[in-house]
């Protein structure tokens, strides 16, 4: 029986990066395909896009067939829904929207078990994981999502918090809780002076900090400058931007 270990909490506690991306298109097979490329890590994105719970273990299953690392963005603080989704299998949760140093706590003790936590004990998929009630509270990773000039303030606090293992921008949110526009995020020096915050807040603590790209030049750019957890572009961005560039590149003659 296959045990519960996470490499990608492995390998960003040792200082490490590690790249994965995002999955919006809901469907499982899509996971599947880009586990499959070598992503290290695939979050199911049930915030936004539409996953079903069946859908959404699925997706689990898919990735770590292949090797991957699966995790899921929840749709709520809501203890329940954070326990609902680890006990269908993801290695970890991603919660947007934490500002406080109480929020991390409280999150913090919903994703693990008592002693140190509160999260509620059953007859689960992921128990089928060798070990899983007594490795759970190690492996399992909470990234925290730090979305507005209040949760960039407080970082540090944050981050402190005992089982809050990533903070990972929401640079879109950040951008339009700062008031500006889709399209005056990109290079505004306000913003990009946020997103630094955020990472010297991170590397105070001795913690990882994460940040979403749309490319490989964004990328290498953010890793240069200290950050681990790479979130590049998510499955619909992919389809979309292939797609375009391949009906650009055909020549009908009239």
């Not at 929020?103 to 994981?129: C, D, F, H, K, N």
């Not at 925290?144 to 640079?171: F, K």
């Not at 994460?210 to 572009?233: C, H, K, T, Y």
Request: charged content about 20%; aromatic content about 6%.
């Amino acid at each position: 029986m296959r045990q519960l270990n996470n490499p990608v909490k492995a390998k960003l506690r040792a200082g490490q990066v590690s790249v994965g991306s995002w999955l919006n298109l809901a469907s499982p097979l899509a996971a599947e395909a880009m586990a499959a490329e070598g992503f290290e890590w695939l979050t199911v994105d049930a915030e936004h896009a539409p996953w079903g719970i069946g859908e959404l273990t699925n997706a689990f299953r898919a990735i770590e067939a292949r090797g991957a690392v699966p995790l899921a963005r929840s749709w709520s603080h809501n203890p329940e829904v954070l326990a609902r989704i680890l006990d269908a299998g993801a290695f970890g949760v991603v919660v947007p929207h934490v500002s406080t140093r109480i929020t991390a706590e409280t999150l913090a003790r919903a994703v693990r078990y008592p002693p140190i936590g509160e999260r509620s004990m059953g007859s689960v998929r992921a128990a089928t994981l060798g070990d899983y009630f007594a490795r759970a509270d190690d492996e399992l990773m909470l990234v925290v999502m730090i979305e507005d000039q209040e949760g960039v303030a407080n970082i540090e606090q944050i981050m402190a918090v005992e089982g809050v293992d990533v903070a990972l921008i929401g640079t879109a949110d950040l951008g339009l809780a700062m008031g500006l526009g889709r399209d005056q995020i990109e290079g505004n020096s306000e913003h990009e002076a946020m997103v630094r915050q955020v990472l010297v807040g991170c590397r105070n603590v001795g913690k990882p900090a994460g940040i979403p790209v749309g490319d490989v030049n964004a990328a290498n750019r953010w890793i240069a400058e200290g950050f681990q957890f790479i979130d590049l572009s998510n499955d619909l961005a992919f389809l979309r931007s292939m797609a375009r560039q391949q009906l650009g590149q055909i020549r009908i003659s009239s």
